[in-house]
C-alpha cells in the first residue's frame, strides 16, 4: 500500500496513524480533518475546559513536533464530502481528490439539534473545542440555563454549571436520566444526586420550541405551555453519525458505518464513534461513543489493514466513563437491551452504586460510582469471560 487515508483528525484517526507508523508503515498517510485545530481529546469539553481548570491548549492529543515526527500529510480544516469507492478516492471540501490504497473512516457524530433552534444567540451544542470555549464564557454565577436533555453530556454540564453558580434547570423527555440506556435503578439515584446538588430535574419535559426575542434566546415553552426562563440553552439530545459524505457512496449506511468484524468493505475501514460494527464477544452490532473505544478500534484496525493473514476480530469490552460531582461513574459491557439491571449497592448519600446488568442467561455489563478498582476489574473480566449470570451474581456476592 502506497497510501493511506483517514478521514477523521481525533483521537480514533490519530492512534490509527501512530499504530501505523508503530508497526513499519512507511507509505503516505493522509489524516483529514473537518476542524482546523490539531487532533484534541473530546472528553474534557463538558468538564474541565467549563470549569476552566484547563486551557484549550491542554486538550492537544499531539504538539506539533510530534505531528511533524509521524510524517502525516494533514489536510486539518477540510471536511470530506465524497468517497468514489470504486476509484478509490475522496472528495475533500477544497477541491482535492486524494486517491487511497485503503481507507479509514473516523468520522465521528454531531449533535443533534432542535428544529429552529439552530441560529438563536444563546442556543448551545457541545461536540467541538469552539463549542466548549463559547458556552464556558456563558456559565456565570446566576445566569440560568437550560439543559435539554440528561444524557452523560447534559448530565456532566449541569454538574459543572451548577457548581460555577449558574442556576440550572435539566429537562430529560422520559420518566428518569438515562434510564433507556442504564436502566430505572441507576436512574433514581442520578436524578437524587441533580436535585440534591440544587439541580432542577424536570422529567416527562416535551419541549415545543425555544423562545427569543431582540436577537437571543430567552427560553423554553414546553408542550404543556410552561415557559422556562433562560438566558442560555443548551441542545444535549444525543448526536447523528457522521455518514452524510458517504451518501450514494455504496456503502452500507445504518446509525453509522456498517461495518462487520473487521472492515466496512475491501480495504475501508470504520474506527469509533461513527462506526457499527459486529462484536463476536456480545454476539451483536453496536456503535459505541467514548474516547477508549475510538482508540482501541484504531489499534485494530491498524493490525488488520498491515497484517490481514492474521487479522483478529474487534472484540471488546466497551468502557465508558462520566465525572459529575466529583464522582466518577464508571460502566464495562454491553448495557443496551438489558434484560435485567440487578443493585447490587446504593447509598445516595455517599454517591455509592453498583448495578449488574442481565441479557439472556450472561453477564452482560456493570456500572459503578464510588466502587474500588478491585470490584471493577473483577466485573469486567466476568464479562469478557461470558460468564452466566447465576454463576457471576454467586461468585461476587460471596466475595
Known amino acids: 500500500m502506497n497510501r493511506i487515508v483517514i478521514v477523521g483528525a481525533s483521537a480514533g484517526g490519530l492512534t490509527t496513524a501512530e499504530a501505523l507508523r508503530r508497526a513499519g508503515y512507511g507509505g503516505v498517510i493522509t489524516l483529514v480533518g473537518e476542524e482546523p485545530h490539531l487532533p484534541y481529546d473530546r472528553p474534557p469539553l463538558s468538564k474541565q475546559v467549563l470549569t476552566g481548570e484547563w486551557e484549550p491548549e491542554r486538550l492537544v492529543l499531539r504538539g506539533k513536533a510530534e505531528m511533524d515526527a509521524l510524517g502525516l500529510d494533514l489536510r486539518l480544516g477540510v471536511p470530506a464530502i465524497g468517497l468514489d469507492l470504486s476509484g478509490r478516492s475522496v472528495a475533500l471540501a477544497d477541491g482535492a481528490e486524494v486517491p487511497y490504497d485503503a481507507l479509514v473512516i473516523a468520522t465521528g457524530v454531531r449533535p443533534r439539534h432542535l428544529p429552529g433552534s439552530e441560529v438563536v444567540p444563546g442556543v448551545h451544542t457541545l461536540r467541538t473545542l469552539d463549542d466548549a470555549v463559547s458556552l464556558k464564557a456563558r456559565l456565570l454565577p446566576g445566569r440560568r440555563l437550560v439543559i435539554v436533555g440528561a444524557g452523560f453530556v447534559g448530565a456532566e454540564v449541569a454538574a459543572v454549571a451548577s457548581g460555577l453558580g449558574v442556576k440550572v434547570t435539566l429537562l430529560e423527555a422520559g420518566p428518569l436520566p438515562l434510564a433507556q440506556t442504564i436502566g430505572e435503578q441507576a436512574g433514581h439515584v442520578l436524578a437524587e444526586i441533580h436535585r440534591g ?196 451474581i454467586a461468585d461476587t456476592t460471596a466475595a
Open 197 to 392: 446538588h440544587g439541580v432542577e430535574l424536570r422529567t416527562h419535559a416535551a419541549v415545543a420550541e425555544i423562545v427569543s426575542a431582540g436577537g437571543a434566546v430567552t427560553g423554553v415553552r414546553l408542550a404543556d405551555e410552561t415557559v422556562l426562563p433562560a438566558d442560555d440553552v443548551l441542545v444535549a439530545i444525543g448526536s447523528v453519525p457522521n455518514t452524510a459524505w458517504l451518501d450514494g457512496s455504496g456503502l452500507t449506511l445504518g446509525d453509522g458505518l456498517v461495518c462487520d468484524m473487521f472492515s466496512a468493505a475491501p480495504g475501508v475501514y470504520g474506527v469509533g464513534d461513527v462506526a457499527r460494527w459486529h462484536n463476536p464477544l456480545f454476539g451483536t452490532a453496536m456503535r459505541v461513543e467514548h474516547r477508549t473505544h475510538a482508540a482501541e478500534q484504531g489499534l485494530a484496525v491498524a493490525h488488520n489493514m498491515l497484517h490481514p493473514q492474521t487479522r483478529r476480530p474487534f472484540a471488546p469490552v466497551p468502557y465508558f466513563w462520566s465525572d459529575q460531582y466529583g464522582r466518577k461513574i464508571q460502566a464495562y459491557g454491553h448495557l443496551r437491551d438489558h434484560d435485567e439491571a440487578l443493585v447490587l449497592d446504593s447509598d445516595v448519600s455517599q454517591r455509592r452504586l453498583l448495578i449488574a446488568y442481565r441479557t439472556g442467561d450472561r453477564v452482560a455489563g456493570v456500572l459503578a460510582a464510588g466502587m474500588s478498582p478491585k470490584i471493577l476489574r473483577t466485573w469486567r473480566a466476568l464479562i469478557a469471560a461470558r460468564t452466566p449470570w447465576a454463576t457471576a
